[in-house]
């Protein structure tokens, strides 16, 4: 069965312009997120979802260095980008990481595939801020299969359902077998951020970086 990690990135953003090749002590932001969640054991194939506008060329050359496959589509439609790359690739089941989290853990990532799979959902994650989710944000991911995937693809409307890959999945839970993993006892502080969206956001985590003396391993 192919288990895609297919991580999802641009280089503009309004908050943080070209974050993707930001340094974080000497290595782009986007270098931090591929090394990491590559050393997942779980996924079986590693791809680099970006868009097909000339300024993310230089995204794409990170991305060959990493050994992750290249999918090009729409910058706006995100939702079709997925869809068409999962398409492309064969995908059964695709884990969805964003490039704004440079301390995902592929640990955590292998636990939500392990879940995924052993319970059958369509929809599964372990990071992000929700009700009811007290992961901590930026260090795991989303996994849904590419039925659930598919049927999203066909069925969403909204221009914000489009811009935002699994958003029609989670607000649709009649449609979806859906499921926050909760995390281990000692790792729930929900109110804890480790993503990268804003200058402060960067600069709060390269001093936390090198505070904790934290490698890209």
Known sequence: MTISLIVQARSNSSRLEKKMTKLLSGITLLEWVLFRSR??????????ATTDTHQDKELISIGKKNRFKIFRGS????????????K????????????????????????LIKEFKKENFD???NTMQTKGNFNSDGFGA???????????????KNKVDREHVTRFIRNNKSLFRSKCLQPKLGLNY????????????LKNMKNFISENKINKS
């Open 39 to 48: 050393k997942s054991k779980k996924s079986n194939q590693f791809i680099l």
């Open 75 to 86: 910058e706006k439609d995100v939702l079709t980008r997925f869809y068409k790359c999962s």
């Open 88 to 111: 492309y690739f064969k995908s059964k089941i695709i884990v969805r990481v964003c490039a704004d989290n440079p301390l995902v853990d592929a640990v955590e990532i292998d636990s």
């Open 123 to 125: 929809y599964l994650y």
């Open 142 to 156: 989303e996994i849904f299969s590419f039925k659930a995937l598919a049927k999203a693809h066909k069925l969403a």
């Open 190 to 201: 929900p109110y804890l951020k480790f993503d990268v969206n804003t200058s402060q956001d």
